[in-house]
């Protein structure tokens, strides 16, 4: 498909103009929530209301990882470059902190000396732009920082939660080397995801028995 941009992959700086990095991911992430709001577990009601310090906490935290995804125009009288994908790594956490119920079928975790673990999350790409490959660079590019971020341990799993039914971003995982590894309750997906504050207080209690997330994991090793 012939494309009037060039795209580069790039981690979000927690210190390098922090600012200005967090109103273009506000931007991007409004934009994702509006125009695909099933795609996310939260709502562009509730981060619309975020204030500029939220969102450079969102960025700045320990434990959480953005990814962008860059559009350049390459017509000379436009030279521009938007933000138009986005994917998040959280973690490394615990193989307690990982560890899911017997009945997600989720492998036993291996100890924290022999593996770190990270969950993917909020792979979005804008609308405009899909259509080359993009998603499949931007977690290729998560993937890529995290065998060349640290060296111990060598092993590495990357887990992430899909809504049932999802073909398209399933078999963009597995193109990844990501298999499937169970299925998760909606209240074990927001947890994985860092999402408690947005579990129902009086929701349906199918959302704590329903397994319809499927568990998808990739093994990665470090050089």
Same mark, same amino acid.
């Given at each position: 498909?012939?494309? !009037?941009?060039?795209?580069?992959?790039?981690?979000?700086?927690?210190?390098? %103009?922090?600012?200005? &990095?967090?109103?273009?991911?506000?931007?991007? $992430?409004?934009?994702?929530?509006?125009? #695909?709001? #099933?795609?996310?577990? &939260?709502?562009?009601?509730?981060?619309?209301?975020?204030?500029?310090?939220?969102?450079?906490?969102?960025?700045?935290?320990?434990?959480?990882?953005?990814?962008?995804?860059?559009?350049? #125009?390459? %017509?000379?009288?436009?030279?521009?470059?938007?933000?138009?994908? @986005?994917?998040?790594?959280? *973690?490394?956490?615990?193989?307690?902190?990982?560890?899911?119920?017997? /009945?997600?079928?989720?492998?036993?975790?291996?100890?924290?000396? /022999?593996?770190? $673990?990270? @969950?993917?999350?909020?792979?979005?790409?804008?609308?405009?732009?899909?259509?080359? *490959?993009?998603?499949?660079?931007?977690?290729?590019?998560?993937?890529?920082?995290? $065998?060349?971020?640290?060296?111990?341990?060598?092993?590495? @799993?990357?887990?992430?939660?899909?809504?049932? *039914?999802?073909?398209?971003?399933? !078999?963009?995982?597995?193109?990844?080397?990501?298999?499937?590894?169970?299925?998760?309750?909606?209240?074990?997906?927001?947890?994985?995801? *860092?999402?408690?504050?947005?579990?129902?207080?009086?929701? %349906?209690?199918?959302?704590? #028995?329903?397994? @319809?997330?499927?568990?998808?994991?990739? $093994?990665?090793?470090?050089?």
């Amino acid at each position: 498909m012939a494309s !009037n941009y060039t795209y580069s992959f790039f981690r979000i700086s927690k210190t390098d %103009d922090i600012g200005t &990095s967090a109103k273009k991911y506000r931007e991007l $992430r409004l934009q994702a929530l509006k125009t #695909s709001p #099933s795609s996310f577990s &939260s709502t562009y009601e509730i981060e619309a209301a975020f204030s500029d310090t939220d969102w450079i906490d969102r960025l700045t935290s320990p434990g959480r990882e953005v990814f962008i995804c860059a559009a350049t #125009s390459t %017509d000379q009288d436009a030279c521009d470059t938007q933000w138009v994908g @986005q994917v998040t790594l959280r *973690g490394p956490a615990s193989s307690g902190d990982f560890e899911l119920p017997p /009945e997600a079928g989720q492998p036993p975790q291996r100890s924290d000396e /022999e593996e770190e $673990r990270w @969950q993917m999350l909020s792979l979005f790409t804008l609308p405009g732009h899909r259509g080359r *490959g993009l998603g499949g660079k931007l977690c290729q590019a998560s993937i890529d920082w995290l $065998r060349s971020s640290r060296s111990f341990p060598r092993d590495v @799993q990357v887990r992430l939660i899909v809504k049932a *039914g999802n073909d398209v971003t399933v !078999n963009l995982y597995q193109r990844l080397g990501f298999i499937h590894a169970g299925k998760a309750t909606l209240v074990e997906a927001l947890i994985a995801n *860092g999402d408690e504050h947005l579990i129902p207080e009086d929701g %349906d209690e199918s959302i704590h #028995s329903v397994r @319809q997330g499927l568990i998808m994991i990739s $093994r990665i090793s470090r050089d």
